[in-house]
């Protein structure tokens, strides 16, 4: 719940991870500047104000000082980094992640469709326009957030632009997802990078509003004191995890990718190629971007004269990935 150190804690770690020849960089989600964790630890209805209030103070804006920091941290390290933010757009507040290149330039960003359960209390939902991949010397980046993952369509499409690092940063814990993260992996024939905040009770400022109802006594004796207990955890494409599950400790997890295994894997499974039936299957993607408000100049509109209505911002044409190879 404060911007400012948990920028220079990105910074912190990204030194470190690139200190020991890290290329690509990634955070949990929502860590800048950190979770709302008290919608599932207290309720809302009870008041959540001033936490609210808190977190929309030191969101992120999508440009500002603080993406030009991010930036700056990436570029000074030399590596791709990827930190999830809670990003606010007027008097919304999405949960976002932000892919910056090592020349320090936002390279691309993506709003979570769906929050889960409880965060619909907190963030809104994102649309199609951001669920795209981005490419790297290493192959191509993409990934979706926390049990986004678990939405067949959306990792479909993302498949279908060829991804080799999938990254999910998340908060769900267990063994289940780490089960999760094997599964994808197999699916995809692609890396997949887990990752997930690593939060004592300790850790929590002593400037937090009520922290007895912020994280009760009662939820601190059963969790060890672990509001979040970490799961980060890195698989290559056959489902063979190799690093982590880290929990109740923090660390940098790093590995070495060999993009050479992502091309043999799909020799032998391809969702989106030779193993897809584009013949039987289809998916059409809304990729359009959806503003609260859309500006048209009817008087002017070329279809004026011909009593049609307008055509601008309308959905494009369903696009078949499944027929690209």
Known sequence: MDREATLARVADLTREAAAGGAELVVFPEAFVPGPPVWIDTARIWDGDDQWYGLLAEHAVVVPSAATERLGDIAREAGVWLVVGVDEREGGTIYNTLLYFAPDGKLASTHRKLMPTGSERTVWGMGDGSTLRTVATPFGRLGGLICWENYMPLARFHMYAQGVDVWVAPTLATGDAWV?????????????????????????????????????????????????????????????????????????????????DLVRGARRFFDPVGHYNRPDVFRLAVDTTPRPAVVEMDLVNHPDRESGKPPTDHQPPAPRNYARKT
């Open 179 to 259: 089960a999760t993260m094997q599964h994808m992996a197999r699916e995809g024939r692609m890396f997949v990078i887990g990752v997930n905040p690593c939060i004592h009770a300790d850790q929590i400022p002593a400037s937090i509003p009520h922290p007895d109802a912020f994280y009760p006594p009662e939820d601190r004796k059963r969790d060890g004191g672990w509001l979040m207990p970490g799961n980060t955890v890195i698989v290559d494409p056959t489902g063979v995890v190799m690093a982590g599950p880290v929990r109740e400790t923090e660390r940098v997890v790093s590995a070495e990718l060999d993009l």
